[in-house]
């Protein structure tokens, strides 16, 4: 990774808080509704908007997602099932040659 592309885990937060709330108006909610709905305090998610709580519990964030209808689809997106399970990625590598002989002599 270049570091001209990386981004820090503060700015990712930031950028996830900011589409909270966009997401959150979108769906007609209030910080207090979403509050109640969610479970999430009224005060956590404000200072989260506001990016003065970079902290946010995963629960908590899987809460506020729940509430604007976007859980299932994060979790597709970020990270998706792998087309092959692990275990069967392994056997398949096991027949896989880990060196290619090659014979260079000219018949």
Same mark, same amino acid.
């Given at each position: 990774?270049?570091?001209?592309?990386?981004?820090?885990?503060?700015?990712?937060?930031?950028?996830? =808080?900011?589409?909270?709330?966009?997401?959150?108006? =979108?769906?007609?909610?209030? &910080?207090?509704?979403? =509050?109640?709905?969610? #479970?999430?305090?009224?005060?956590?998610?404000?200072?989260?908007? &506001? #990016?003065?709580?970079?902290?946010?519990?995963?629960?908590?964030?899987? =809460?506020?997602?729940? &509430?604007? #209808?976007?859980?299932?689809?994060?979790?597709? &997106?970020?990270?998706?099932?792998?087309?092959?399970?692990?275990?069967?990625?392994?056997?398949?590598?096991?027949?896989?040659?880990?060196?290619?002989?090659?014979?260079?002599?000219?018949?």
């Amino acid at each position: 990774m270049l570091e001209e592309d990386y981004i820090s885990n503060l700015e990712i937060l930031r950028v996830l =808080a900011e589409r909270m709330k966009e997401y959150r108006l =979108a769906c007609r909610l209030s &910080q207090r509704e979403m =509050a109640e709905k969610s #479970g999430v305090s009224y005060t956590t998610i404000c200072r989260f908007e &506001q #990016g003065k709580h970079p902290n946010i519990s995963l629960r908590n964030f899987i =809460a506020l997602l729940r &509430q604007v #209808g976007m859980e299932m689809r994060m979790m597709e &997106q970020v990270l998706p099932k792998l087309p092959v399970p692990p275990m069967a990625l392994r056997e398949i590598n096991k027949y896989i040659p880990k060196r290619v002989r090659r014979n260079d002599s000219a018949d």
